[in-house]
């Protein structure tokens, strides 16, 4: 089962991939054909099947059809009936998929067929996947081969940068990307971009009460100028009740146009252990279309510096992390915070990689401070830490601000390799942790696999 926001690509991808690896893919839109409804409230598959392959006059063969159950919250009796057809015709592809499928899910008055569904998980194209669609595979192929022990020269730096800059504008969404690599004018790809955030918005007629509808579109819009931002209440509207405005956030995440960061204390790993609920950030579902949400003008962009270069970079890195979580995997984020009396402190995300947490601080820029970074990792004893900037990849050591002071690392990356943060992590800091509680943090010297170490800076 694929689930992803409307307009990712999800019945494209299964549909084209259908065709590359089966004889034939039999496609059934349950959002449409209301007809088929009927079908599944039957428990025999293989009956299902026969009436499928007359009412559609196409045969299904097991081995050689892929079954292509597309927009299957439209009818719970179909999730009902993926049981029947794993249990009954094994040998039967099927791929379920769709956009609200959160919403069937949590209202699914049948019992569910556990161990019986692989959940996918489909996000925008991600900067790497943008790349190869405008430049080709080359560059991209180069792009995942920049390490900190070789950097990119000045020129392929400037040329990353620049196709960074595009996607800012441009995004991940799959029709603005075709649209701008058939005709290369960002005044087309303004064009989808709108019609592209009309239809989330209509969406929201699907999603309960007049009122409700409203507010979900007020708070959408709300995310798209806001990014990066806590969210209050208050700030949304002032007319609803903070119960109510928090349901439209609710919706809005069940829908994956917007992605809820909670707050995590991150003392340590699985994040999620001590999440709060109480403060949260929103993420939008793709860079493009924040612009788009704050009424940018596409045919300006080329020597636009826009006043929200910050929120767009956030974005972006939040939405690069996101689609490097394993596809089986809910993709979830954190960020850290600290209020306290002349001492707030922020962090813009907080990834968990293995037994380490790891702060992670973003900046549009080459320069900016770090304070919050430093404080994160003194308060928490730890010794690792990540910035992405547009400075070069390069591993530092820094000093933090703890008593006595203690030495740590960082790992600057510059915003175009937020994508390959995994892979640069494994070339840092090869070596497993070992010891305490507080140990992984902790650099300990090891051996280099690569013949050459990686830049090293004294910060």
């Known amino acids: 089962m694929l689930r ?11 549909e084209h991939w259908g065709q590359q690896h089966f004889r034939s893919v039999l496609t059934i839109d349950l959002e449409r054909e209301h007809e088929l409804h009927s079908l599944f409230s039957q428990s025999d598959p293989v009956r299902m099947l026969e009436e499928l392959a007359l009412l559609k006059g196409q045969p299904v063969t097991a081995g050689e059809t892929l079954l292509f159950l597309d927009e299957i919250q439209a009818c719970p009796m179909a999730l009902a009936a993926l049981r029947y057809f794993f249990e009954r015709t094994p040998d039967l592809h099927v791929i379920a998929a769709g956009s609200l499928l959160d919403f069937a899910l949590r209202d699914f008055a049948h019992s569910m067929p556990v161990g019986r569904i692989e959940f996918l998980h489909l996000h925008p194209m991600s900067f790497a996947e943008f790349v190869q669609a405008v430049e080709g595979t080359p560059l991209v192929e180069h792009l995942g081969r920049i ?25 991940g969404m799959p029709e603005a990307v075709r649209a701008y ?17 009309q239809t989330v918005q209509d969406d929201f007629a699907k999603y309960g009460p007049r009122r409700l509808q409203d507010l979900m579109r007020r708070t959408y819009r709300h995310a798209g100028m806001n990014v990066g931002r806590k969210l209050k209440f208050v700030n949304v509207s002032r007319e609803d009740r903070a119960i109510d405005v928090r349901k439209a956030v609710e919706m809005l995440g069940l829908s994956r146009v917007v992605h809820v960061i909670h707050h995590s204390s991150a003392n340590g790993v699985p994040l999620g252990a001590e999440q709060d609920d109480r403060h949260f950030k929103l993420l ?6 924040v612009n788009r949400i704050c009424g940018l003008n596409l045919a300006d962009a080329d020597d636009l510096v826009t006043v929200n270069e910050g929120a767009l970079a956030e974005q972006f890195v939040g939405q690069e992390l996101l689609a490097a979580t394993p596809p089986f995997e809910d993709p979830r984020l954190y960020y850290w915070m600290r209020e306290a009396r002349n001492a707030n402190a922020e962090l813009d995300f907080v990834v968990g990689r293995g037994q380490c947490v790891l702060p992670v601080e973003v900046k549009a820029g080459k320069t900016g401070t770090l304070k919050s970074l430093f404080q994160f990792l003194a308060d928490k004893r730890l010794a690792r830490g990540v910035r992405f900037h547009l400075g070069a990849p390069v591993l530092e050591q820094i000093t933090l601000p703890s008593d006595p002071p203690a030495k740590g690392q960082l790992l600057s990356l510059p915003l175009y390799l937020a994508g390959q943060l995994d892979r ?9 942790p070992r010891g305490g509680a507080h140990s992984e943090g902790v650099h300990r010297p090891g051996k280099q696999s690569a013949p050459r170490k990686p830049r090293v800076s004294a910060g």
């Not at 020129?155 to 441009?170: I, P, S």
């Not at 690599?181 to 955030?197: D, F, G, H, S």
């Not at 640069?424 to 497993?432: D, N, Y």
Request: hydrophobic share 50%; glycine share 8%.
């Open 4 to 14: 992803g926001a409307r307009q990712v690509g999800k019945t494209f991808l299964v």
């Open 147 to 171: 390490s900190l022990a070789e950097g990119p020269s000045e020129a392929l730096d400037r040329k990353f940068n620049d196709l960074l800059r595009l996607y800012f504008f441009v995004g």
């Open 181 to 197: 690599v058939e005709k290369r004018e960002l005044l087309e790809v303004q064009r989808v971009q709108t019609a592209l955030v």
């Open 284 to 289: 939008f579902l793709d860079v493009g279309l």
């Open 424 to 432: 640069l992590l494994a070339e840092a800091f090869p070596e497993k």
